[in-house]
């Protein structure tokens, strides 16, 4: 038997016949789109996951109601896109003893570039991200602390990293929306808005 192409509006739909035991079964693999794409069972999928990081992929089949090579083949695709990036356990730094979160915006010298100072401040541990932004500054980063004194510790450590030349801090009082992938990857499936 040969290969079957059925081609959807916007989708390729790959059949793959395969005889096993005399007995004909036919595998339909995931949708093959561009980097990025996700679909509703994607979707699916990936809120699942979110809600129960340590599902395993037989207890996923079942509860998507998808044969367990469909979840298996899903999951790696949506890894090998970058579209599901890690299993690891979210951490509260508050839960830590950090109980101050603040942005800290960095002007630096631009002689030196982004990246050597991106790696001086990836060697602080309160530095939770780092971002090259456009704007007043050429660096955001994200920082905790134990208290607002000991944030004067963790500024003074930013600010010490060669390259930096000045930096404005804002202190978080709260969080009004969390950091939050699951309705992006809603809207991304065509699933709402």
């Known amino acids: 038997m040969g290969l079957q192409c059925v081609q959807p509006t916007e989708n390729l739909l790959v059949i793959l016949p395969i005889n096993i035991e005399r007995v004909m079964v036919s595998l339909y693999s995931m949708t093959i789109s561009g980097r990025g794409s996700v679909d509703s069972l994607d979707a699916a999928l990936i809120e699942l996951l979110a809600a129960e990081p340590r599902v395993g992929v037989l207890e996923a089949s079942k509860r998507l109601r998808v044969a367990r090579g ?6 790696e695709r949506l890894q090998e896109f970058g579209v599901v990036t890690g299993y690891g356990p979210e951490v509260d730094p508050a839960a830590l003893g950090y109980e101050v979160t603040a942005f800290v915006t960095l002007e630096i010298r631009q002689a030196g570039g982004h990246d050597p100072v991106a790696e001086r401040l990836a060697a602080i541990p309160e530095v939770l991200e780092v971002h090259t932004i456009t704007g007043a500054g050429d660096m955001l980063c994200r920082v905790v602390a134990r208290s607002n ?8 450590a930013i600010v010490s990293a060669e390259g930096v030349v000045r930096s404005a801090t804002l202190i978080s009082l709260a969080t009004q929306v969390p950091y939050r992938v699951l309705p992006l990857v809603r809207v991304a499936a065509g699933r709402g808005r």
């Open 70 to 75: 469909t979840v298996q083949a899903r999951l």
């Open 149 to 156: 004194s000991d944030l004067q510790r963790v500024i003074d």
